[in-house]
């Protein structure tokens, strides 16, 4: 092992969509797999620990100068892209005053069009940067064995070249993630942690980590994006489908003033809790123009539908303006 420095990075290909996959095979946060928790043969242990990214502006003394103390106060997206900062806690829900960390090794993977400039470790630590295949290894000790302050310790820093929207976080594509600590009873080495992840370029809806370290329910809205063309001074409804796993009780809202919503009653079918969204764009108060609101599904898992509304001005239409003419004007 040698001490950790920041060094230049390569680009290492991630596959966005198995994102989803992740969530099953490893959080068990599907709506379907959600609903597996009460049976013991195939809910997943108690998780008592977890990987969390913090994505910021690059701060070059992060490090030595954090102000992060809770988890509550990680950000795990943002709607930025280009630079950004990437910083991994470890984080600990057990009640152990003396408890310290030894090591970690997890898998890292992110979008194929990011690129790592440089990374550092934190706290003291010794560690690498190991390529396996697309994947990268990451290993760090702490031979002095700080002590995780509040539950939540500051691990590693990344500076990553994100030119678009995708994220950056654990792998569920290699070796599963591993933590040394020390505590009160001696040493504990951990396999069962809750991998973390954190976006960028995002417009709306994430799912990320609580910090409850409990299994988030997450709705699937169909379709993903309405397009709705009005003119001044008119309505228009739509209409889209909510499915949820069966134990979760989804709340809707609106981005937008101009666009309210009406929940049916929640019918149970095979696949979880599905709900019948109508949406009612109303153009009284707007102007002619293009208009862009979201529906949005959840809290620690959020799903959003786009709303795309374009308002047409009324024109008069005068008498010796042909029906060809207006239907022109019109036309999109």
Known sequence: MVPCARVRGRSVRADLVLMAALLASTLLCTPVAADLAPFPDLAPPTVQEGFFFHVQPVSADFCDQQTIWECSQIRQSTPDTGTLEFDLFVYSKRDDPQMSINGLSLPLEWTESWHLIN???????????DPQGQLVQLTIEWPERPALQGRLFLAARFIMDAPDGGWFGVSGMSDGPQLRFTCSKGDLEIWWVLPGWAEAGVECGQCYVPCDLLLPCRSELTPDRVDLRIMCGATATAQIRSRTGARCQPAFASTADWLTLEVSESVLGEEGLNH????RADAGNLAAGSYVAWIRSGDDCTT?????????PQVPVEAHRSWGQVKEFYRP
């Open 119 to 129: 990374w550092e470790c934190c706290s003291g630590g010794q560690g690498q940067l």
């Open 276 to 279: 019948e969204l109508t949406l």
């Open 304 to 312: 959003c539908a786009r709303v795309v509304l374009t308002v047409i």
